[in-house]
C-alpha cells in the first residue's frame, strides 16, 4: 500500500506539475488582475470582463506552457500555429466552464463575483493541465521519446 502511494507520488510530483503549479499561478494572478481592473476600474459586465481577462491570460499562459513547462521545441510555422490553436480551442472549453459558474454563482445565487472567480480558478488549472498534457503538447512527448 505505501509502496503503492510513493509510486503515485513520484508520477504527479515531478519538474513538470511543479513548474505547470507555477505557471498556472502566474496565469491566474494575469487574469484575476485584469478582470479586477476591468470589473472595479472600469467599471464593466463581469461576464464581458471575464472573456477580456481570458484572452490576455491565455496569450501569456499558451508561451509560459509551452517554453518552460512543457518544453516544447519549435517547430515550423505551421506545426506551432497548429499547437497554439489546439491550446486555445482547449482553453474556450474551459472559459465555458468558468462562464457558466461566474453566471450560475454571480447572476442566479448572487455570490460575489472575485470569490467565484478564485474558486473557478482551481477548476480550470486542472481541466488546462489535462488538456495540455494529452491534447496540445502531446506530440513533443512522442518526438523526445523517439529521439
Known amino acids: 500500500m505505501l509502496m503503492n502511494i510513493k509510486k503515485i507520488a513520484k508520477k504527479l510530483v515531478n519538474r513538470e506539475t511543479i513548474v505547470y503549479v507555477i505557471a498556472g499561478v502566474m496565469t491566474t494572478a494575469v487574469n484575476m488582475v485584469t478582470y479586477y481592473g476591468l470589473c472595479y476600474q472600469v467599471m464593466m459586465n463581469h461576464l464581458i470582463a471575464n472573456i477580456i481577462a481570458w484572452v490576455v491570460a491565455v496569450t501569456f499562459a499558451y508561451f509560459v506552457n509551452a517554453g518552460w513547462v512543457f518544453q516544447d521545441k519549435r517547430a515550423s510555422l505551421k506545426e506551432e500555429l497548429s499547437k ?64
Open 84 to 147: 497554439m490553436s489546439k491550446f486555445f480551442l482547449a482553453r474556450i472549453f474551459s472559459l465555458g466552464v468558468e462562464e457558466g459558474g461566474l453566471f450560475l454563482f454571480v447572476n442566479l445565487i448572487h455570490w460575489n463575483n472575485m470569490a467565484v472567480k478564485a474558486g473557478l480558478a482551481v477548476i480550470v488549472i486542472v481541466i488546462n493541465y489535462i488538456l495540455s498534457k494529452f491534447y496540445i503538447f502531446v506530440e513533443n512527448k512522442k518526438d523526445t521519446a523517439e529521439a
